[in-house]
């Protein structure tokens, strides 16, 4: 069965400071790939995906995240955080097309930017 | 952008009752779903559909049943409440055309007292 582990619950950075959310994710073959960032009271946005070729995916508000078959990671970055960062952020996977985009979710990492 | 509604938006409910959360969306996607989001869990998957007249169970289904009587709409309902279920419900929508984003409602919370 596939999973997908998000190993930090929490993370503190300091506005303007660059940021790394870790995934890890296990599956048999090639899944499709997803960051998806929640604000307080509402519900999840996507940031961005990957599917297949360059494994450096470029997303909403310059967010990136690389994908690394060799170490079953999609970790996401930014160089430069602000405060309105603050939220939570999901990593998720989805079989591709057999799976009907029925996605599996990470525990979520909460990230806290401070001033 | 797809919208999905969902209401109510806070429930409070009493062991035992009967509950019924209601989503719509308005972009004609074939696929429904219904996640729980509990801290130290992240959301995990309750029902799903892949259109009108059809339910699949999802990886936590038990104490909850699906209804998708139209394209747009897609029910879940707590037939017994138990605080074990007090948690924040989403509805979430997607097309099987080759994209595998997903768009989620705003969610329910609700309390089973």
């Known amino acids: 069965a596939q999973s997908v582990t998000q190993p930090d619950a929490r993370v503190t950075v300091s506005e303007g400071a660059s940021l790394q959310l870790r995934c890890k994710y296990s599956y048999s073959a090639t899944p499709y790939l997803f960051w998806y960032v929640q604000y307080p009271r509402q519900g999840l946005q996507l940031l961005l995906k990957y599917y297949s070729g360059d494994p450096v995916v470029q997303g909403v508000n310059s967010f990136e995240a690389e994908f690394s078959k060799s170490n079953s990671s999609f970790h996401l970055q930014k160089a430069s955080v602000h405060w309105s960062d603050s939220a939570v952020y999901f990593c998720a996977l989805s079989m591709g097309s057999s799976g009907y985009n029925k996605l599996t979710f990470g525990k979520g990492t909460v990230l806290l930017v401070s001033p | 952008e797809a919208a999905v509604t969902q209401s109510p938006r806070n429930k409070v409910a009493v062991t035992g009752g009967k509950v019924t959360l209601s989503c719509n969306q308005t972009?004609?996607?074939?696929?429904m779903y219904w996640y729980r989001q509990d801290t130290g869990h992240g959301l995990r998957l309750i029902h799903y559909?892949?259109?009108?007249?059809?339910?699949e169970k999802g990886d936590i289904p038990d104490g909850y049943k699906a209804s998708r009587p139209s394209q747009e709409n897609f029910s879940l309902i707590l037939e017994l409440a138990t605080p074990s279920q007090t948690s924040v419900y989403f509805c979430a929508s997607g097309d099987n055309r080759g994209n595998e984003r997903l768009f989620f409602g705003h969610g329910t919370k609700l309390s089973v007292l």
């Open positions: 559909s892949y259109g009108a007249g059809s339910t």
């Open positions: 972009n004609n996607h074939n696929n």
